[in-house]
């Protein structure tokens, strides 16, 4: 099937593209709806401005629309961008928020495509293993939880912060894929990448409430022979 993919730059969504690959399915298209508001409860927002980037790296056509960050908002953004795509479907990397899916079939019900998430109600321990066997690199660049301090920023997750954040689901009940929101991250690398991506400058942003890692400047690097 040829598919469209959701595509914000973090690990869910690197990693529901490369599942729907696995599958078979072709998805040229990356989909990426900005959202003005921060709070979007439907787009993950940190750090969209390396999207671009990433779908260089990939060989994939970049579709890009605005979203006021409302609900109604960001459907008229996903509209937007789907609107007269040459696809059958979309690809989500939703995992629990019945939000978002709902939200994402109305809208391809609309404009007669099919919602194809991978994801989608799986045990998170066992997709969680599944990402680390991946290939994919992500890092957290964004913590909004109990228990993920402003040292988790920029921390690769590898087989060692995932244990770690069993640890803390075991105290507080954390999603360990950050579905919650309890964190927001980014890819750097996946089999799907012909270079990876190599941050150059970031700063912290922390207060009580959390905080994210802003990438002020990055590159793709080319590979070591």
């Known amino acids: 099937m040829r598919l469209a993919s959701l595509y914000s730059g973090g690990k869910d969504s690197t990693f529901s593209l490369y599942l729907a690959e696995q599958m078979g399915h072709d998805v040229p298209y990356l989909v990426n709806v900005v959202p003005e508001d921060a709070a979007s409860w439907i787009f993950h927002t940190p750090n969209l401005s390396l999207v671009p980037l990433m779908a260089e790296s990939m060989g994939k056509e970049l579709v890009t629309a605005g979203s006021t960050g409302t609900e109604e908002g960001d459907m008229d953004g996903l509209r937007l961008a789907l609107r007269g795509l040459d696809v059958e479907?979309?690809?989500?990397?939703?995992?629990?928020?019945?939000?978002?899916?709902?939200?994402?079939?109305?809208?391809?019900?609309?404009?007669?495509?099919k919602l194809i998430a991978p994801l989608w109600r799986k045990d998170q321990d066992m997709l969680m293993d599944q990402f680390l066997d991946s290939g994919i690199r992500a890092v957290i660049a964004g913590c909004y939880a109990e228990g993920l301090g402003e040292e988790w920023l920029g921390r690769e997750i590898d087989a060692e912060a995932v244990e770690e954040l069993k640890?803390?689901?075991?105290?507080?009940?954390?999603?360990?894929?950050?579905?919650?929101?309890?964190?927001?991250?980014?890819?750097?690398?996946?089999?799907?990448?012909?270079?990876?991506?190599e941050i150059l400058e970031a700063e912290r942003e922390w207060s009580r409430q959390g905080g994210t890692l802003r990438v002020l400047k990055a590159r793709l690097q080319e590979r070591a022979v």
């Not at 803390?168 to 012909?194: C, F």
Request: aromatic share 8%; net charge negative; hydrophobic share 40%.
């Open 89 to 113: 479907g979309v690809v989500s990397g939703a995992i629990w928020s019945d939000y978002q899916w709902d939200r994402m079939n109305v809208v391809c019900g609309e404009l007669g495509l």
């Open 167 to 197: 640890a803390v689901r075991a105290r507080t009940g954390i999603s360990i894929m950050g579905e919650g929101g309890e964190y927001e991250s980014l890819t750097l690398d996946s089999p799907m990448h012909s270079r990876p991506l």
